[in-house]
C-alpha cells in the first residue's frame, strides 16, 4: 500500500513540484498551505510523514508540531529557510526527525523522506529486523555496556552515555549543547568541544563494529546523529 506524505507549505509552487517527485516515487501527497487546516488533517488522517514548513498561516510549524508530539510520534520533517534557524529548534527539542533548509532539491527531500521512514519503521521493528548491525549492537543500561555481536566494546563512563544517548534515537539529530546536557550534570565548567574529543574517540571504538560506514553523522553546523 501506498504510504501519504502530508506536505505543509504555504509556497503553493513549491508544495506542487515536492508533491510530483513523491508520487513519482509511488508515494500518495497531500499538500496543505494553513497551519489550522493541517492540524485537522493531522487529526482527522495522520499520514505516515509529515513534511512541516516553519512559517505558515493560521498556525506556525512549531506550534504544529508541538500539538502533535502531545499525542503522537508521527516522524516529521522540519522545513526551514535558513541554517541557522535549525540550532534555535535544535534547542526548542521539538522532536523533529530531519530538518531541511529552503532552498532544496526535490529529489533530495524525496530521499530524505525515505531515510526518515525506512528509519523509523525499522526502529519499530528492531526485534524483527534482519539488517546485522541493528541487531547486533546492545545497550545494556543497568550494566553501562554496550556490546558489539555480544562482544563487549570497551567505553569510557562518557562515551557509554554519548552512544546511548545518540543510538537510543536512531537518526534524531543532537546539537553539542544537548549532548553536553547528557555528559554533564553541571555543564557550566565544560566547552561544547568537550564533546567533540569525546565523540572522536567513541567513533575509533565503533570503527571495528563499522568497517564500512561511519555510523555517527555529523551535520555541519548543526550536531550529530546515530544512523544504523
Ligand atoms: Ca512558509
Partial sequence: MSQRILIVEDETDLAQILAEYLQRDGF???????????????????PELLLLDLMLPGMDGISILRELR?????PVIMVTARTE?????????LGADDYVCKPYSPREVVARVKTVLRRTQGAANVVASSTPHRSALEIDADAQQARFAGKNLELTPKE??????????????????????????D???????????????????????FPDEEPIRSIYGVGFAFEW
Fill in 28 to 46: 500518495v501527497a497531500t499538500t496543505i498551505a494553513d497551519g489550522l487546516a493541517a492540524m485537522a488533517e493531522l487529526r482527522r488522517a495522520p
Fill in 70 to 74: 502531545k499525542t503522537s510520534d508521527l
Fill in 85 to 93: 534557524e535549525i540550532d534555535r529548534l535544535l534547542g526548542l527539542e
Fill in 160 to 185: 557509554f552515555r554519548l552512544l546511548q544517548t545518540l543510538a537510543g534515537k536512531p537518526g534524531r539529530v543532537f546539537s553539542r549543547s544537548q549532548l553536553l546536557d547528557a555528559l554533564y550534570e
Fill in 187 to 209: 555543564n557550566l565548567e565544560v566547552s561544547e568541544r568537550a564533546i567533540d574529543s569525546h565523540l572522536k574517540n567513541l567513533r575509533k571504538k565503533l570503527a571495528p563494529a
